[in-house]
Each structure stands twice: as C-alpha cells, then as structure tokens.
C-alpha cells in the first residue's frame, strides 16, 4: 500500500476514529402528503458457489418462497450483490472470489428485488470487464443500482428514482479492501467515500430529492459491534441528509442505531449466500414505510439463514429462536443507544 493512501486512511479513520419495532419520533414530524412507498432492505447476496447449482435446479423464484410474505407488498427491495454476474475475466489473487452464472441476474426480480449496491470488496473479483457486464444486465432487467463503474465519477453515480411521488436518492460505498477495488480517475472499481466529496454529495442531493439512502460496506467480518470509524461516519452522513444507512459485510448482525431521528442498521447479516458457513447462521431483513419527510416505521424481521438448515431458501425465525434474536438485538442495540430500548414488540417508540 502506498505511503500517500495509507495516509488518506488513518486521516479517515481518524476523523471518523416474526417481529419487533423499531420506533422513530412520529411526534417530530408533520405529516406526510400522502406520498409514501414500503421498502425491503436485506443482507449480503451472493447467488454463485453452492447457491448456484441449486437455483439453476430448483427455479430462479426458489430463494424467496419462505419470505415471500414480506417481499410482496413493497415498491422497493433492496440487497447488497456480493457477487458480479457475468463470464470471463481472470481473478483478483486473493482467498476467495466471485462470479455468478450471468442467468442468475433473473432471481433478483423473482424476489422484487429492484435496488442493489455494487460497492463491496467482491465485485471487481474478476475485473473491470465483469463488473461491467453486471451492470449491463442490471440495467437490461431494469434494476436500479449504485457503487461501482468504470471510473470514479461513475462509481460515485447515484441512483435516483421516484416511487409513489417520492424522489429518491441511493448512494452505495465500499470501504473494505483491497484497495486495487477503489476507483480511481482512470481505473474502474467501487466508490470508496473519500470525506469531502461524499459529505459534499450527500448534501447536495438531500437539497435535490426528498430522501437519500446509503449503503457502506464496511467494518469487519463476524464482528458483532460496529468500530469507532463507522459510528462517527454514520453520524456525519446523517448530518449531512442521509434518511437511512444499511451496513454490510460482516455476515453476521449488529445492533440498530437510532440517531437524530434517522436509522443506521450497521449489519444486517447474510441473506441469500453461497456458503455453508457455522457462523453466519442468522440475519434480517427491515420493512420500512417511508415518506417524504423520511421513515414512518419499521418492522423486524429475523431470518434463519444457516444454509445447512435452509439451503439458501432463507426462513423467517419462529418461537423461540426468534425472541432469542431479538433479545441479543435488543442488547447490540442498546450498546448504541446510551442504553436506551428503541426495539419493543409491537409498540412505537418516541425518542
């Protein structure tokens, strides 16, 4: 790593060093004009590996069966692609990487899924001319996306759409390595945030759009807690118009923060991935009713994703499994909160 990047990173750093309800101060607010649409925001996605052979076998619908209750009714459904669609292309030297059957991009509609991030540490896995045809594919479909491209003036692109006269704005990050992934002027690759363009950008499209969503990619793997550095990030994205932020890539959850009003679910775990893994075994996916003035409410939705279990198909918790999850929520939450409870079952909460 070069002496001028590493620099640019500890001066990052350094700045930055079934059901429950997460409630949000309705009373704070007037009401909205009648302009709201419902929004599904889930985990990592990554349709290669295991999770291939079995899709092709089983239906491009075969993932969302269990879940599909949750997924129907909502204009927007949102997941973190964690793996580019495409063929060719040679892979980046590293433990693993990612590509996925360029057939497979039919699963996200099966599923409603219809806003994807491509900002994450595995969408350059097979270079720049992958990660393109994804793109193509995306668009091809008509699947709004964010995060990657082939400089960083396309990577940093919003997406901006508008649903139930709501005008949106999606930005996605990725601040995981290797750093060969970040765009550059001349080089194709994810959009790292580098503070005073993104902070600059995030204001400017809250003057232009009514709400803006952004996806990090970021933290560490298995980690139950957010670092310091996605904590004072979060909050100065909050700061700066963000409505909500949703965190990736530590495939396991980590507690909701609710902050000045807006919500930032720093991890929200797996949600259909390629691998068998022990430790990745439970995540969850957020319902939210958003307005023009920003979110309504949110609902919980514990997920078992333990692919031993469920073989990529993920199932909503029940019993007690799911007041198990929600009990540990409970605590990763409060640990941001200043021990505040901001998840009951069932009741809205005024902070």
């Given at each position: 790593m070069g002496l001028i990047l590493i620099r640019k990173i500890l001066i990052y750093i350094a700045l930055f060093s079934a059901a429950g309800w997460v409630g949000l101060p309705l009373s704070a607010?007037?009401?909205?004009?009648?302009?709201?649409?419902?929004?599904?925001?889930?985990?990592?996605?990554?349709?290669?590996?295991?999770a291939q052979g079995v899709i092709l076998q089983k239906g491009m619908a075969y993932p969302f069966q269990a879940v599909d209750s949750v997924l129907r009714d909502a204009e927007v459904v949102f997941a973190n692609l964690e793996a580019p669609f495409g063929e060719g292309g040679a892979p980046f030297e590293k433990s693993f990487t990612f590509r996925v059957n360029p057939k497979l991009v039919k699963v996200l509609r099966h599923g409603g899924i219809n806003l994807v991030s491509l900002a994450n540490n595995h969408m350059m896995d097979y270079g720049a001319e992958v990660m393109e045809q994804t793109r193509?594919?995306?668009?091809?479909?008509?699947?709004?996306?964010?995060?990657?491209?082939?400089?960083q003036q396309e990577a940093m692109q919003p997406a901006i759409f508008t649903v139930n006269g709501v005008k949106v704005a999606f930005v996605a990050?990725?601040?995981t390595f290797p750093e060969e992934f970040w765009a550059s002027d001349t080089s194709a690759g994810?959009?790292?945030?580098?503070?005073?363009?993104?902070?600059?950008?995030?204001?400017?499209?809250?003057?232009?759009?009514?709400?803006?969503?952004v996806s990090f990619h970021w933290g560490e793997e298995l980690r139950k807690t957010p670092k310091q550095y996605q904590r004072q990030l979060a909050h100065q994205t909050v700061e700066a118009g963000a409505d909500l932020i949703v965190g990736h890539h530590p495939h396991i959850i980590q507690g909701l923060e609710v902050y000045r009003g807006k919500l930032i679910a720093y991890s929200l775990g797996n949600f259909v991935f390629?691998?068998?893994?022990?430790?990745a075994t439970r995540s969850m996916m957020l319902k939210l009713r958003m307005g023009t003035s920003g979110i309504e409410w949110c609902k919980i939705y514990p997920l078992n994703v333990d692919n031993r279990e469920v073989e990529f198909q993920p199932k909503l918790l029940q019993g007690r499994e799911r007041e198990a999850f929600l009990q540990e929520l409970k605590e990763l939450s409060k640990e941001l909160?200043?021990?505040?409870?901001?998840?009951?079952?069932?009741?809205?909460?005024?902070?």
């Open positions: 607010r007037a009401a909205d004009s009648g302009h709201s649409f419902t929004l599904v925001v889930t985990g990592d996605m990554m349709l290669g590996n295991w193509r594919l995306l668009k091809a479909e008509g699947i709004w996306f964010a995060g990657a491209g082939l400089n990050c990725s601040l994810t959009y790292f945030p580098y503070q005073e363009v993104f902070y600059r950008q995030i204001r400017q499209l809250k003057q232009e759009n009514d709400l803006v969503l390629g691998s068998y893994s022990s430790r909160n200043g021990e505040q409870d901001v998840i009951s079952s069932g009741n809205l909460v005024t902070l």
